[in-house]
């Protein structure tokens, strides 16, 4: 017996229901295994090349924001990559590997569009969306590294050295060695016995 339902009986009052358990958030691990799964649905032919490319230019950006997700906290952006992964994705391949192939590619179902050409729209706004959120992504980074980079030139210097860090005045080197100076023609040494 519950420890509600002991305090119901004991107090005569109806037992409230316990709250449903609240769903951990997905882990690296969890989004990348998620990932493998969809690339494992179009593998092997089993949609329309536009749509395997498409698949794969998402999954590589997923793949690719999944380390950076913490920039992100808990934003809406963090949120569509992880639903990307898990739901979005799966869902909109799987709903057309139900279909019947020649049905799906040929068949129009909403203004005029086959289930092909949906599936090709979604897969682009997808697409499109993560691009976004990768861009949004390294721009954080890159914020940070523009940041450093005028804290540094506060603190050590006002110009650009190309690439180096100017930490103040270098010390002059010697030119390099040319050799004796040009004194011009060679001549004999004077009072030797010439003619």
Known sequence: MALGDF????????????????????????????????????AGGAVP????????????????????LGNLGGSAQAYSVMATATD?????????????????????????????????????????????VFDAVNRADAAALIAHGRFLQEKFGTG?????????????TPPPDTGPPDTGPLEPPAGRGGA
Request: aromatic fraction near 4%; avoid cysteine; charged fraction near 25%.
């Open 160 to 172: 650009s050295t190309g690439g180096g860090l100017a930490l103040g005045p270098t010390p002059s």
């Open 88 to 132: 979005y994705l799966p869902e909109a391949i799987g709903g057309y590997l139900r279909l019947p192939r020649q049905w799906a590619d040929t068949r129009p179902v909403d203004k005029g569009k086959t289930s092909l050409m949906i599936l090709i729209d979604q897969l682009d706004l997808l697409g499109a969306t993560m691009d976004k």
């Open 49 to 68: 090349a536009v749509v395997a490319s498409r698949v794969a230019r998402v999954v590589r950006v997923v793949r690719e924001t999944i380390p950076r």
């Open 7 to 42: 305090f119901a009986r004991l107090t005569g009052r109806k037992a409230e229901p316990e709250p449903a358990p609240t769903p951990r958030a997905p882990t690296t691990d969890d989004l990348l295994a998620a990932l493998v799964r969809v690339e494992e649905l179009v």
